[in-house]
Structure formats: structure tokens, C-alpha cells
């Protein structure tokens, strides 16, 4: 069956550095794939999406690549902030599965000033 | 803000007690999709409801049934509550037309803890 692998965290990094977050996935078909970020407390925000292979994904300066011949959708950011830390999850949904969303198990990172 | 509501925000069962949470969708969404998020772990997808049927549904036993009603908003019943049951449970609306499913958006999430 489907299913989305990350990198396991904890991912530490200081204000203003590199971000990557890996994400892998298996799938039957054609999936949409989604980055959700999720802040201490509350609930999942989209992050960003891409529907189909090789569309880029992008918001508040994070940017995640839909690769087909990797299978893989590997979140980056150029320049972290504290605020960006949160737990990050990895998700595809595929229409033959009525569009669920099939989550990895969360990368969480801190960023330190 | 999605514009998703989840009530109540947290509660505590015993048990083998009976739960209810409640869900409403975004304005002028037709789909809700409820998830299980256990602690340190990814949601894991319960069951989706288009237009008041069951849409899909997920690995839970039937304990966990659900409803959705004309207005959109939904409820998740679970019965014989299991320690295994305490985790934080989402719920996210979407819009559902001929051509596929639009994004997931989801409320802030009711917190379980079973006793």
C-alpha cells in the first residue's frame, strides 16, 4: 500500500541556516503530495502542496519538489527562523484511495537563535 | 485560521466509556475526513464522509462510526473506549467536485485521555 517515510528527528539547527527535511513515498499511482506543519499545541497547517511530477511547491520561503523518478518530495528552506519551529509531516492522498491522507510519522525541528 | 471548529478541546473518559467529538467544516465544504494522531506519531486516517455517506474508511474497528449531517458539520462516536484510544483527534474539510478533492484543511483537534 501507500506509504510516505521522513527523516527522523530531532532536527536542531541555528537561526538563518540551511533546512532539508527528507520525505520518500510509495504509491500505487499518480499521488498528490502535501507538507503540514504542525506548531506546539495546535492542529496541521498546509504548508504546501504539488499534484503532479515535477511542480514545486512554495510558501513563506519554503519550497518542496515533486520528483517522480525518486519518489521523493524533500522540503527546503534557505534561511530558518525560530518561529519555523514545529513537528513537519510529509502526506500523499491518491484519488483510488478517495483522497485520505496518508501521513509520514513527523520530522520535528528546533530552530535555536 | 482554516475556519474549522472542533469541540470540545479536551475531555476525559474512563474506560469502556462512550465518546463524542464534534467537527464543523469550513464554509461551503462537502467532505470531512477524521484522523488519529497518537502522541510522537503521524494522524492516521479514521473515515470520510461526502454528502452525510461514509467515504472511505481506515484500519479503526467499527467502535469508531461517525456522521455527518446536512449543514456539513460531523461527529465521531467512539464506543468501549481502550487506553489506547487517548491521542488527539482531527478533523479537516475539504471540497469534493467531479474533477477530484481539493486541499484538507483541519481544525486545532480535540484532545482524549481514557483512564
Known amino acids: 500500500g501507500d506509504s510516505v517515510t521522513q527523516m527522523e528527528g530531532p532536527v536542531t539547527l541555528s537561526e538563518e541556516a540551511f533546512l532539508t527535511i527528507n520525505c520518500t513515498y510509495t504509491?500505487?499511482?499518480?499521488?498528490?503530495l502535501f507538507w503540514y506543519v504542525q506548531y506546539p499545541g495546535e492542529g496541521l497547517q498546509l504548508l504546501l502542496k504539488?499534484?503532479?511530477?515535477?511542480d514545486k511547491g512554495s510558501n513563506k520561503g519554503f519550497e518542496a519538489t515533486y520528483r517522480k523518478e525518486t519518489t521523493s518530495f524533500h522540503l527546503e528552506k534557505g534561511s530558518v527562523q525560530v518561529s519555523d519551529s514545529a513537528v513537519y509531516f510529509c502526506?500523499?492522498?491518491?484519488?483510488?484511495?478517495?483522497?485520505?491522507?496518508?501521513f509520514g510519522k513527523g520530522t520535528s525541528l528546533l530552530v535555536t537563535p | 485560521e482554516t475556519g474549522v471548529t472542533q469541540s470540545p478541546t479536551h475531555l476525559i473518559k474512563t474506560r469502556g466509556q462512550q465518546v463524542t467529538l464534534r467537527c464543523s467544516s469550513q464554509s461551503g465544504h462537502n467532505t470531512v475526513s477524521w484522523y488519529q494522531q497518537a502522541l510522537g506519531q503521524g494522524p492516521q486516517f479514521i473515515f470520510q464522509?461526502?454528502?452525510?455517506?461514509?467515504?472511505g474508511r481506515g484500519n479503526f474497528p467499527p467502535r469508531f462510526s461517525g456522521l455527518q449531517f446536512p449543514n456539513y458539520s460531523s461527529e465521531l462516536n467512539v464506543n468501549a473506549l481502550e487506553l489506547d484510544d487517548s491521542a488527539l483527534y482531527l478533523c479537516a474539510s475539504s471540497l469534493e467536485l467531479a474533477g477530484g478533492q481539493e486541499t484538507q484543511y483541519f481544525g486545532p483537534g480535540t484532545r482524549l485521555l481514557v483512564l
Open positions: 502526506a500523499l492522498s491518491e484519488g483510488n484511495s478517495g483522497y485520505a491522507l496518508n
Open positions: 504539488a499534484t503532479k511530477a515535477d
Open positions: 464522509y461526502y454528502r452525510e455517506e461514509e467515504n
Open positions: 504509491a500505487t499511482g499518480y499521488p498528490s
